[in-house]
């Protein structure tokens, strides 16, 4: 039974709340995660990759420390916050500069392409074996390795697209190549053992722009770009520019395991040959070494830089862990990164710096080095 109100509780105001205009009630905001300040060394400072991603750390003011090791001096006065040390990473003094610095983050970019190919294995392979041994013993939290979408090897079997769990299936032909897909398995077993330890492993799709010298960017700097007679794979590109804001972000974030990073979109070889105002010329993989002589008897054919089987076989990487779980969306898709790198060539050309080589002495260099030793046939780095 309802009893009706008295007359002070009829005759009592009703004060109505007056919300000033444009606020609203609303529950306080979750707190944002609070960036923690990174002490970074970059291994292999003085080369493409250390120093471009030094000089974008430096911009970022919540960075306390970047240190660079390399055992080639970088160019002077470059630099305005990163301090260099010159030292060999399998120096057993890296134990000591990583507890004095109180670094914990590293990001390893110490790897080589050379022409001596135990040096460039033994810098490779157990530069990054050392590497990886020193951040386990003194406790560095984080620890970044750049890799390729080619240690999954180019297979005619491979699916269409390539998940990071999809196993390392690279041929190890050329001791370049085979560097990485030693580095990653050894980084896989190590990661089992370390699961403390946040190791990010970036895998770059092939890599081309206006000024980074890759497997690609060799492969279609020449008028002719050799190609295998009925295969045309589909190819994805990484922009330069991607290549080091995938770095900076794999520094700032804990994430654990292999990434692929790439564009978006995928592309056929020759359309990427013709978008780069090259020739392709159809050869017959059967046959290589005869076809090899052959191409180095003509003045106008280069032997290509890259393996024969990433010319003709599908190596397309997933891409979707990239943008869900790593965080990270690239800024150019492969057609924009392939206009880049013409436009850039064709300005060059106009202007009178065009680096084409002599293709025919080009030929005849790369063959006489094949007929000394087969294993180094073909070439794929990126």
Known sequence: MNERPSEAQA???VVIERRRPGRRSRKPAAPRPRFVTRRVMITGLAGYWGTRL????EQDPRYELILG???QVPTAGQFSRTEFLGLDVKSPMLLDVLTAQRIDTVVHLNIIHSKDKERMLDNNVLGTRHVLAACAEVGVKKLVLKSSTGVYGALPDNPNFLPEAWPIRGRPYHPYFRSYVEVEKYASEFLGRHPDLHLTILRFASILGPT???ALSRYLRDRICPTILGFDPLYQVTHEDDVLGALARAVEADFNGPVNIAGDGVLYLHRIIRMAGRTPLPIVTGL????LNTLASLPLVPLPPIEIDYLRYLWVAETARMKTQFGFQPLHTA???VKDFATTRRVQRFAGADDSSDM???ASAVLRDILEDPEEDDLHAS
């Open 11 to 13: 005759e009592k105001p």
């Open 54 to 57: 030094a000089l974008r750390l």
């Open 69 to 71: 090791v390399d055992t």
């Open 212 to 214: 980074a010298d890759t």
């Open 288 to 291: 290589n070494f005869p076809i």
């Open 335 to 337: 057609e924009e990164t």
């Open 360 to 362: 025919g002495e080009y």
